[in-house]
């Protein structure tokens, strides 16, 4: 027991309960006022989600600390560890993948259902719904796993002279093997026909998690590629377009009397694609007509809220107009500190992924020299950028949903936000989250040597037969630099341009 660390385990019990009680805090103060006192289940779906999410990444820290335990072991297997990671891992990935499948659909389905409807048939629609998913998926998944379920492990057969144990050490640089005349050992002069495939079967939870990575790999790198870059790059453009000082109460009402217009115009078009919904006729054009809507409500919002920064109103006005001056001049710091964290990750996944040798292990290093001025700061800076990718990959969906017609807008706002909207949220942090974990264990591998995680994203994932050749050419990461360098120009070209509105709102014939 002298390799188990209790302090490991009193740290991760400590976490998931403050990770659990913002959670909450987070629900409660984004819900929206209609949702206040209902939609218990969605409610508990949500914080359940964000807390899979929340751990999820944080057991790479966690398992890297628990390796910490073998540092002086001669073989992993001497080892005590203090937590079953590998265990761990699977059971919190199989848990993701039914959130993200089954039962996000399911509360999602239930609470957008017709409220006019009893709870009883609400539930069998839903669970109709769900149900065919979960068919689709099994046969998907089934037939999958008996065809291409299996690991190939290229291997190099490997053979050695023997000698007498030297009462003196013998090897050096220039006499690393046994001989006095060889120069390299076998590892180097085996020739190609020593190395042949070894091919196993892979379990099917890992099966699972494979394909459960993949999906959210493409999401990542689109999503968390626009991400990287329009995260920093809004806060600091955002500062840009800030107004600059306090309009007269004449410009107010007439900017306030045109969005009156603007909401009156925008309600008459709801009502008339609420009223096309209910005769049943939701086509392509309806659903494009529900997109404009969506992006005109939200540009409305957008645009009341900047006039209320402009025209602070009541007792406090000069306070109020000193807090939005000081939050964009918070919004500026927090992008350039951004900006540096983009720019580093862009960098090491240049340098350390896409370069074969790696240049240099860059992040790693400072990680390893952070852990040696203090145990946990390494650790925790790593947990930082981890969860820097999973804030890029939210930010990155907004942006695309506001400027896409085929992905759906689910913006997250204090106090008035809708479940449906949480639960989207929540299903797209759960599924990227996967990715976020298999992408830190590789480009952090340096790292994380040794660790359950990349025994199961680093050897398993990357060794599966029709997968494996997405890691081998690095497809996903070089999308991901490719969308980040796209991004950059586009908000270096556009980024600054305060946006303009659209005029009065027509829906399409």
């Given at each position: 027991?002298?390799?188990?660390?209790?302090?490991?385990?009193?740290?991760?019990?400590?976490?998931?309960?403050?990770?659990?009680?913002?959670?909450v805090?987070?629900?409660?103060?984004?819900?929206?006022?209609?949702?206040?006192?209902?939609a218990?289940?969605?409610?508990?779906?949500?914080?359940?989600?964000?807390?899979?999410?929340?751990?999820?990444?944080?057991m790479?820290?966690a398992?890297?600390?628990?390796?910490?335990a073998?540092?002086h072991?001669?073989y992993?297997?001497?080892?005590?560890?203090?937590?079953?990671?590998?265990?761990?891992?699977?059971?919190?990935?199989?848990v993701d993948?039914?959130?993200?499948?089954?039962?996000?659909?399911f509360?999602m389905?239930?609470?957008?259902g017709d409220?006019?409807?009893?709870?009883?048939?609400?539930?069998?629609?839903?669970l109709?719904?769900?149900?065919?998913?979960?068919?689709?998926?099994?046969?998907?998944l089934?037939?999958?796993?008996?065809?291409?379920?299996?690991?190939?492990?290229?291997v190099?057969?490997?053979?050695?002279t023997?000698?007498?144990?030297?009462?003196?050490?013998?090897?050096?640089?220039?006499?690393?093997?046994?001989?006095?005349?060889?120069h390299?050992?076998s590892a180097?002069?085996?020739n190609?026909?020593s190395?042949?495939?070894?091919t196993?079967?892979?379990?099917?939870?890992?099966y699972?998690?494979?394909?459960?990575?993949?999906?959210?790999?493409?999401?990542?790198?689109?999503?968390?590629?626009?991400?990287?870059?329009?995260?920093?790059l809004?806060?600091?453009?955002?500062f840009?377009r800030?107004?600059?000082?306090?309009?007269?109460?004449s410009q107010?009402i007439?900017?306030?009397?045109?969005?009156?217009?603007?909401a009156?115009?925008?309600k008459?078009?709801a009502?008339a694609?609420?009223?096309?919904?209910?005769?049943?006729?939701?086509?392509?054009?309806w659903?494009?007509?529900?997109?404009?809507?969506e992006?005109?409500?939200?540009?409305?919002?957008?645009d009341?809220?900047?006039?209320?920064?402009m025209?602070?109103?009541?007792?406090?006005?000069e306070?109020a107009?000193?807090l939005?001056?000081?939050?964009?001049?918070?919004?500026?710091v927090?992008?350039i500190?951004?900006?540096?964290?983009?720019?580093?990750?862009?960098?090491?996944i240049?340098?350390?992924?896409?370069?074969?040798?790696?240049?240099?292990p860059?992040?790693?290093?400072?990680?390893?020299?952070?852990?040696?001025i203090?145990g946990?700061?390494?650790?925790?800076?790593?947990?930082f950028?981890?969860?820097?990718?999973?804030?890029?990959?939210?930010?990155?969906?907004?942006?695309?949903?506001?400027r896409?017609?085929f992905?759906t807008?689910?913006p997250?706002?204090?106090?008035?936000?809708?479940?449906?909207?949480?639960l989207?949220?929540?299903?797209?942090?759960l599924?990227c989250s996967?990715?976020?974990?298999?992408?830190?264990?590789?480009?952090?591998?340096?790292?994380?040597?040794?660790?359950a995680?990349?025994?199961?994203?680093?050897?398993?994932?990357q060794?599966?037969?029709?997968?494996k050749y997405?890691?081998?050419?690095?497809v996903?990461?070089?999308?991901?630099?490719?969308?980040?360098?796209l991004?950059f120009?586009y908000?270096a070209a556009?980024?600054?341009r305060?946006k303009?509105?659209?005029?009065?709102?027509?829906?399409?014939?």
């Open positions: 027991m002298g390799d188990f660390n209790l302090a490991l385990v009193i740290v991760a019990i400590v976490v998931c309960i403050i990770v659990l009680l913002f959670n805090y987070l629900l409660v103060n984004y819900q929206h006022p209609d949702d206040k006192n209902q218990y289940f969605p409610k508990f779906v949500v914080v359940f989600g964000l807390s899979v999410a929340a751990i999820s990444i944080l790479l820290p398992d890297v600390a628990n390796r910490q073998c540092r072991a001669i992993n297997g001497a080892c005590n560890l203090t937590l079953p990671m590998k265990d761990l891992w699977i059971a919190v990935y199989i993948a039914v959130l993200v499948f089954f039962i996000i659909p509360a389905f239930y609470y957008e409220q006019d409807k009893s709870v009883a048939k609400r539930i069998k629609s839903a109709l719904w769900v149900i065919t998913t979960a068919i689709v998926c099994g046969l998907v089934g037939i999958l796993y008996g065809v291409i379920g299996k690991v190939d492990f290229t190099r057969h490997l053979s050695s023997t000698t007498t144990f030297p009462s003196s050490w013998d090897f050096s640089g220039s006499q690393p093997c046994i001989g006095s005349g060889a390299q050992c180097y002069l085996a190609a026909s190395e042949k495939t070894w196993m079967r892979a379990t099917f939870p890992e699972v998690v494979a394909l459960a990575t993949i999906v959210g790999s493409v999401l990542f790198a689109i999503f968390g590629g626009v991400g990287i870059a329009c995260l920093p809004g806060l600091i453009f955002s840009i800030r107004p600059k000082a306090v309009i007269t109460r107010y007439k900017e306030a009397t045109e969005f009156g217009k603007k009156r115009e925008l008459k078009a009502d694609l609420h009223q096309e919904e209910r005769s049943g006729s939701k086509g392509r054009k659903r494009k007509n529900v997109k404009s809507v992006k005109e409500l939200l540009q409305l919002e957008e009341v809220k900047l006039l209320e920064e025209y602070p109103q009541g007792e406090k006005a306070t107009w000193a939005t001056v000081l939050g964009y001049l918070a919004k500026l927090l992008g500190l951004g900006l540096i964290v983009s720019v580093a990750w862009v960098a090491h240049i340098i350390y992924l896409l370069v074969d040798p790696p240049l240099s860059f992040l790693n290093e400072v990680f390893i020299k952070l852990d040696d203090w946990l700061l390494g650790t925790v800076a790593f947990a950028f981890c969860f820097y990718l999973l804030l890029a990959v939210i930010a990155g969906a907004m942006m695309l949903g506001l896409l017609v992905i807008i689910h997250m706002k204090w106090g008035a936000t809708l479940m449906n909207s949480f989207f949220n929540v299903g797209l942090i599924l996967i990715s976020v974990i298999q992408f830190c264990a590789t480009a952090f591998g340096y790292y994380a040597q040794a660790t995680a990349q025994e199961i994203f680093g050897h398993t994932l060794s599966l037969r029709g997968i997405l890691y081998k050419y690095n996903f990461q070089i999308s991901f630099v490719v969308l980040a360098g991004t120009v908000y556009f980024g600054w305060r303009k509105r659209s005029g009065r709102f027509q829906l399409s014939s």
